[in-house]
Structures are given as structure tokens and as C-alpha cells.
């Protein structure tokens, strides 16, 4: 196993992405990821627009797509495949600026080339930095994996289940299968 090259913030967000790639900072490990495929991305505005729709007429927060890093530690910038913040929390971020602290809820659509140990980091990455859910998407095998804290997921749902968190998103329902329809 090689060396890991490790980058402070600062480095990180001097980084230019070319078009094909974008990245992550992981405890100053600079994360590389390649643009997701049709599926990954299907599946990811699916669950972008559900909760976006909400939020017309809920609105008690904001979704936001991956483009966004949120600085969840001193070295570790994560960017969600979809992630929603409360109101009073997304009224206090600076527009300019990556955003401190992990999202309420932070979802991540699975692609091939994840792995279940790089996917549990992440979970406890957000929590230590905030979060109350975090949703893991398997478009291949259609569940959602909904987790409420980072030592084990709460539930795995089927396609015929319906996906909610009711505490941060009152009265939002989706039914899993939407998201593969």
C-alpha cells in the first residue's frame, strides 16, 4: 500500500477540478472522484427533486445538490450526492463560502467503485460533525439504508417501503421505488 499525500485546507481549495473529476478531503487525504454515470445521477435528482417539491410547500429547510462541500472537520471537506438543511440553519451560511458543519440530513447515492468502509467513514463523519441522518442509496440492489446514528443503520428499506424522516421533514413520504422508476 502506498503512502498517503496528505494537503491542508488551504491546498485543497487552491485545487483546480477538471471537468471529468471532482474531489474530497478526508482527514487531509485528498479524495478523487470521478464524474457519477447515468444511474448514480437518475437516481440522486429523483430523491433532489422529491424534496425540493416538499420544500415548496414545507418550508422548513433547503436541499442541496453535491457541488457543495460542507467542512465537517479541520481536514475534511464532504460534498452529499442531495442534502437538506433546516431553515434557521441554511439562513446562517454564507453563500460564498463552503458550508461549516454537516447537513441535516446527508444522502449518498452508492456508485460501483464505493466501498462499504469508505461509505461507514463517511457516516461517521457526519454525525461527529452534526448530522441527525444520513441516508445510503444502492441504486444496483434498489434499498435505502436509513441511518440515525453512526454505530449501525436503524432500518434498510425495499422498493415498497416508504422513505421518511419525520423529525427533520414532517410530513415527507416517498416510496423507495420512486427513486428507481
Not at 14 to 27: F, H, N, Q, V
Not at 93 to 121: C, F, Y
Not at 125 to 152: H, K, L, M, N
Amino acid at each position: 500500500m502506498g503512502a498517503k499525500t496528505l494537503m491542508s485546507v488551504e491546498e485543497f481549495d487552491r485545487l483546480a477540478e477538471p471537468d471529468e473529476l471532482s474531489y474530497e478531503l478526508d482527514e487531509g487525504e485528498l479524495v478523487v472522484m470521478t464524474k457519477p454515470r447515468p444511474l448514480h445521477n437518475r437516481t440522486a435528482v429523483k430523491l433532489f427533486r422529491a424534496l425540493d417539491r416538499y420544500l415548496e410547500t414545507h418550508p422548513v429547510g433547503e436541499v442541496f445538490n453535491p457541488e457543495n462541500l460542507f467542512v465537517l472537520g479541520p481536514n475534511i471537506k464532504r460534498a452529499p450526492d442531495v442534502s437538506f438543511l433546516r431553515s434557521e440553519r441554511a439562513k446562517q451560511i454564507d453563500p460564498n463560502a463552503d458550508i461549516p458543519g454537516a447537513p441535516d440530513l446527508a444522502v449518498e447515492v452508492l456508485s460501483p467503485n464505493d466501498t462499504a468502509s469508505a461509505m461507514r467513514r463517511k457516516i461517521r463523519q457526519y454525525f461527529a460533525a452534526g448530522a441527525q441522518c444520513v441516508w445510503i442509496v444502492y441504486p444496483e440492489t434498489r434499498e435505502v439504508e436509513v441511518w440515525r446514528d453512526p454505530s449501525q443503520p436503524q432500518k434498510m428499506l425495499q422498493e415498497t417501503d416508504v422513505l421518511e424522516a419525520p423529525d427533520l421533514l414532517p410530513g415527507f413520504a416517498l416510496r423507495v421505488s420512486a427513486l428507481f422508476a
